[in-house]
């Protein structure tokens, strides 16, 4: 079992930036890939960034490439997700997640509780 729990969200202004972060506690193997989502109110949950558990791979989803980026700590206990540029479109809940394996559906085995992040324009 793996455990996630996202802090960092707030009220923005627009232009703003934030750092997201992702605290992994239970067993955590080898192959494990963290990711970040968000999901705004009547929207299917969309893919923003994914990490591989040496932290040496990323992947960025289309819309957030160039304004985030997602980073561990070397003990992989801890994911950050840096947001910069924020637009009120981004707006939404942002959740933590763990996978077996780089992907960029939402059907991650672990998932934190969220953490809301609103900008305002």
């Known amino acids: 079992q793996v455990q996630l729990v996202e802090s960092g969200g707030r009220l923005v202004q627009a232009g703003g930036s934030l750092r997201l972060t992702c605290a992994t506690s239970?067993?955590?193997?080898?192959?494990?890939?963290w990711g970040w989502f968000r999901q705004a109110p009547g929207q299917e949950r969309e893919f923003l960034a994914a990490?591989?558990?040496?932290?040496?791979?990323?992947d960025y989803g289309d819309s957030v490439r160039g304004r985030f980026t997602i980073s561990k700590d070397n003990w992989k206990t801890m994911i950050f997700l840096q947001m910069n540029n924020l637009k009120p479109e981004d707006t939404a809940a942002y959740y933590c997640?763990?996978?077996?394996?780089?992907?960029?559906?939402?059907?991650?085995?672990?998932w934190g509780q969220g953490t809301q992040v609103t900008v305002s324009s």
């Open positions: 990490i591989d558990w040496r932290g040496t791979t990323t």
């Open positions: 997640a763990v996978n077996s394996g780089f992907s960029q559906k939402p059907e991650y085995i672990y």
């Open positions: 239970g067993t955590v193997y080898g192959n494990y890939v």
